[in-house]
């Protein structure tokens, strides 16, 4: 498609896109007056319209039944985290019955790591990609410690070539060889939070279990952005937060993928807790610990309904809406924002360097050359929410719900602007 920049050019876009109703279902912050353009769907997504009536739903059930909500509460809490199971299966390419809903993101990750990383004398090592988000570097380090381990020996990173701003499957797969039968674990971003890219999730997998390895994902960026076939892939387990494109509020609920190859399982280990107990049973108050057959049996304590209901609400659109039609939009809106950057960078001084590679879900990153943190002031100041990576990084996520191909013509007009009167 021959793309123009042009308002009515993006407004005839809006015109034809399948998903235009959906931005109005949500809630958008204001700036003089006006609803933002907003990127950072990557880091919180916007509150959608109808998550206060799932929230009262709770709070009404609570104020009139108290604890008989448990039970008698239209959705009862005792097993409300299993209504987000079906959903999330489609969203991640699994089995409903391998995922649960709990705690958040990097606390699953610890307790994904007592069971698939058991390291021995011989294999040990975590593979895992240079730079990673933080606190799975924490993560990884304070599980490597906790094993008694040394850190520089144990945690093999994969790096990006000298002057490259992206990971090389190829790279990635020599390394898993490289480090063959020492390989415990290889657990690696499925979207790197920084340069936006997609890692061949399914390539890297195939190689991780060759070489004898459990292989695990964090889908923090990855999930209800792009493709994911969690279960046809072979992935053991995977974990992901549930505030990015998920849009279920800050801070809010982790899910886990847990391949069924391990349920139902008393001989690994896990830690554990009464929820993860059979529901016949749970309630007879039995010292033994009698797993679910399901991912449910790394459930530890019983759920938070509060939390649950605005992931609930999300979930429901993205039932609606369904992974294809969300990824058709993503593909088509980002083309455009990446044309829309081309065009204004040949109007101006300043040079745009697109770093996120062509294998890309709904971010890409941009380095602003001869641009300071001023200019993404400037952009803030005239309602463009993004977010600024040192040194000079912009990413730009328009999410495909929310996000309108008109936004991202006035994106390039402010952006212009910001540029030509720095
Ligand atoms: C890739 C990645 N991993 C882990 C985390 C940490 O998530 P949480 O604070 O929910 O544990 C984040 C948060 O943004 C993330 O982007």
Redesign the pocket.
């Given at each position: 498609m021959t793309f123009k920049n042009t308002l009515s050019f993006a407004q005839q876009l809006d015109a034809e896109d399948q998903l235009a109703a959906y931005r109005d279902q949500f809630h958008f912050p204001k700036v003089e007056g006006k609803d933002v353009i907003y990127f950072t769907g990557n880091?919180l997504g916007l509150q959608p319209k109808r998550t206060s009536a799932f929230v009262e739903e709770i709070m009404k059930d609570w104020r009139d039944l108290a604890v008989e909500g448990h039970f008698y509460a239209d959705k009862p809490w005792w097993d409300y985290h299993e209504r987000l199971a079906e959903p999330l299966a489609k969203v991640v390419g699994a089995k409903a019955s391998e995922i649960s809903v709990m705690n958040?993101?990097?606390?699953n990750?610890h307790l994904l790591m007592v069971t698939f990383y058991r390291p021995t004398q011989k294999r040990y090592k975590i593979l895992c990609e240079e730079k990673?988000?933080p606190?799975?570097q924490y993560m990884f380090q304070s599980q490597i410690k906790f094993h008694g381990l040394d850190i520089s020996d144990t945690l093999v990173e994969v790096k990006k070539r000298e002057g490259e701003h992206f990971w090389r499957t190829e790279d990635v797969l020599s390394k898993i060889e490289e480090v063959g039968d020492e390989l415990a674990l290889v657990l690696l971003?499925g979207v790197n939070?920084y340069n936006g890219q997609v890692f061949d999730m399914q390539a890297i997998t195939r190689a991780g279990k060759a070489a004898g390895a459990y292989v695990g994902w964090?889908l923090?960026?990855a999930v209800g952005n792009v493709e994911l076939k969690l279960h046809d892939w072979d992935a053991d387990f995977a974990a992901w937060?549930s505030?990015?494109y998920m849009n279920s509020g800050p801070?809010n609920a982790?899910g886990v993928f847990i391949h069924e190859r391990y349920h139902g399982r008393t001989d690994i280990p896990r830690f554990e807790g009464w929820w993860g107990t059979k529901k016949e049973t749970r309630f007879l108050m039995q010292p033994e610990f009698d797993p679910m057959d399901n991912a449910d049996a790394w459930q530890i304590s019983n759920a938070p309904v509060l939390a649950l209901a605005p992931y609930l609400a999300s979930l429901e659109m993205f039932e609606e809406v369904g992974m294809p039609a969300l990824i058709e939009k993503r593909n088509k809106i980002v083309a455009y924002l990446e044309f829309i950057l081309r065009e204004i960078d040949k109007e101006v001084d300043s040079s745009f360097e697109i770093i996120t590679p062509k294998a890309r879900g709904t971010q890409l990153s941009v380095f602003l050359h001869g641009e300071g943190r001023s200019l993404f002031d400037y952009l803030m100041k005239n309602g463009v929410i993004t977010d600024w990576r040192e040194p000079n990084v912009i990413r730009l996520a328009p999410a495909p719900f929310y996000c309108s191909f008109e936004d991202m013509y006035h994106f390039g007009q402010i952006l212009k602007r910001g540029i030509e009167e720095s």
């Open positions: 880091s958040t993101l990097t606390v990750l990673a988000f606190s799975d971003g939070y964090d923090a960026h937060c505030y990015k801070g982790s």
